[in-house]
């Protein structure tokens, strides 16, 4: 079993910051890619940042020079820093991995969400 847990959402002003982390934890072999989605209200989950375990990281347009991606291998960890946050960045928050599980593979493990509000 893997678990992926993800901390950090809350309510927020415009032009204010969260920090997103999420851990992964169980039979974890390796971690390939991690990244963040999100989806709002009547909308289609939608990428916002993925990143390799190591390389080139993949930016939604919209989150672009406002968001960062990093991660801690060793923690098995994916954070998401969002700066100068806006309204449309309201969204259920989730984390995504692509594990290695010892004996079963790689395999796509979502976290259970976090809620980000960004008031006006």
């Known amino acids: 079993q893997v678990q992926l847990v993800e901390s950090g959402g809350g309510l927020v002003q415009a032009g204010g910051s969260l920090r997103l982390s999420c851990a992964a934890s169980?039979?974890?072999?390796?971690?390939?890619?991690m990244g963040w989605y999100r989806q709002a209200p009547g909308n289609q989950r939608e990428l916002v940042a993925r990143?390799?375990?190591?390389?080139?990281?993949n930016y939604a347009d919209s989150v672009k020079g406002r968001f960062t991606i990093s991660r801690d291998n060793a923690k098995n960890t994916v954070y998401l820093q969002m700066n100068s946050l806006k309204p449309e960045d309201t969204a259920v928050y989730y984390c995504?991995?692509?594990?290695?599980?010892?004996?079963?593979?790689?395999?796509?493990?979502w976290g259970q969400g976090t809620q980000v509000t960004v008031s006006s």
């Open positions: 995504n991995g692509n594990i290695w599980v010892a004996g079963r593979g790689a395999d796509d493990y």
């Open positions: 169980g039979r974890i072999f390796s971690i390939n890619d």
């Open positions: 990143m390799p375990r190591s390389g080139y990281t």
